[in-house]
């Protein structure tokens, strides 16, 4: 079976150039190398012109003249593919050689392969969501898939493979206990009710107070906003901020109520909540890698205005770039007169569109010099 061979469209940036007033010699200038799958090389060629005044004759035509270069993976420029099904991230790889003068020249594009290396996901809670049902006493939460590539380093934050999602064949549950809490200093009053909080532990994280220290009601306690004004109770993980409220007791008498005593701080109010919501602020783009990454802030409205809790939040997968299929051909340099003949060099040029739509142009390698001005008859 005959081997596969394909023309690469590039000429060598260190380019030979006849000269124009030389009778007869070699060069490689107009010639691309000839790749060579099976052998995993890339071929130079070159051929004879014979170049004069007011006359150019190529006499042979581009053949390989014995230099190779071979042809090698890398994984450099590739991004790391997410296959949640599998429970793995696989890096992507391209093929590359060096040319004669040095330049990276790009035979195959970055791809999945055989063989690639592979990292394993892991599910995590944290930077999730979570649902508190306080009736049922239950915390509900989501969890996302990561992953840590070894480029990355041990303290480098993970990256995102899936969304935050509940998982409905393995739900996260976790149980509520509500337990006695310390009364703060400003209970005054003697013989003062007890006081309870609700905690969920996730996982091995410390406890997590979802609602503080306060009273769970009695016949001498009332509850009042006074002072309480612009204080809030921010809970991140169930995406809800609470308004609050003080606790203070009464005593009775045949006149009515009188005020006994604050018996706590501004606490969490159950009855005023407000929902946390996610506001797109900007893009983070990675041009070696060509991947985008959408941020985001969390912010909460109160009736004291927007608080901003959260700022350049990842909650989606990189983007890859979009690459243009024809990148355009660019003039690389003026014109080269071989002997009558005009002849011009060219680069690959191509688009590349990021996340956000914005698009960048990337140097793809060279092509081929082409005559731009033939001899005159």
């Known amino acids: 079976m005959s081997q596969l061979v394909l023309l690469l469209a590039a000429v060598t940036a260190a380019t030979l150039v006849p000269s124009a007033s030389q009778a007869q010699q070699r060069t490689w200038f107009g010639c691309g190398d000839q790749i060579v799958y099976e052998s995993g090389v890339a071929l130079g060629q070159s051929r004879i012109v014979e170049a004069g005044a007011g006359h150019t004759v190529w006499r042979t035509a581009c053949q390989a003249d014995g230099r190779r270069f071979e042809i090698r993976r890398t994984k450099a420029g590739c991004s790391w593919v997410p296959d949640p099904a599998q429970g793995v991230a696989r890096r992507e790889e391209r093929e590359v050689y060096r040319d004669a003068g040095g330049e990276e020249i790009e035979v195959k594009p970055c791809s999945l392969r055989d063989g690639a290396e592979t990292v394993p996901l892991r599910l995590t809670v944290s930077g999730c969501r979570m649902r508190n049902d306080f009736e049922a006493g239950v915390t509900m939460g989501e969890s996302r898939a990561v992953f840590s590539p070894p480029e990355d380093g041990g303290g480098a934050a993970p990256r995102l493979a899936q969304a935050?999602?509940?998982?409905?064949?393995a739900p996260l549950v976790w149980k509520h206990r509500v337990e006695t809490c310390t009364p703060p200093k400003e209970s005054v009053v003697a013989g003062a009710p007890a006081l309870s909080w609700t905690q969920v532990t996730v996982g091995s994280d410390p406890p997590r107070v979802i609602r503080s220290c306060q009273p769970q009601g009695g016949r001498t306690l009332r509850?009042?906003?006074?002072?309480?004004?612009?204080?809030?109770?921010?809970?991140l993980a169930s995406a809800t901020s609470y308004g609050t409220r003080r606790w203070y007791q009464v005593t009775v008498g045949e006149t009515g109520e009188s005020f006994a005593g604050w018996v706590t701080r501004c606490v969490q109010s159950p009855d005023e909540a407000y929902q946390h919501l996610t506001v797109n602020t900007g893009w983070r783009h990675d041009d070696a890698a060509r991947t985008s990454l959408q941020l985001s802030d969390t912010v909460v409205d109160t009736p004291t205005g927007r608080i901003v809790l959260e700022t350049g939040v990842v909650r989606e997968r990189a983007r890859p770039y979009a690459l243009e299929e024809d990148p355009a051909p660019r003039a690389a340099g003026a014109p080269v007169a071989i002997g009558c003949e005009r002849w011009q060099a060219w680069r690959r040029i191509g688009l590349v569109t990021r996340g956000d739509g914005s698009r960048i142009e990337i140097d793809r390698g060279p092509l081929p010099a082409t005559r731009v001005a033939a001899c005159a008859p």
């Open 164 to 169: 935050c999602a509940e998982r409905r064949d």
């Open 223 to 235: 509850t009042t906003t006074e002072g309480c004004a612009g204080v809030y109770v921010h809970d």
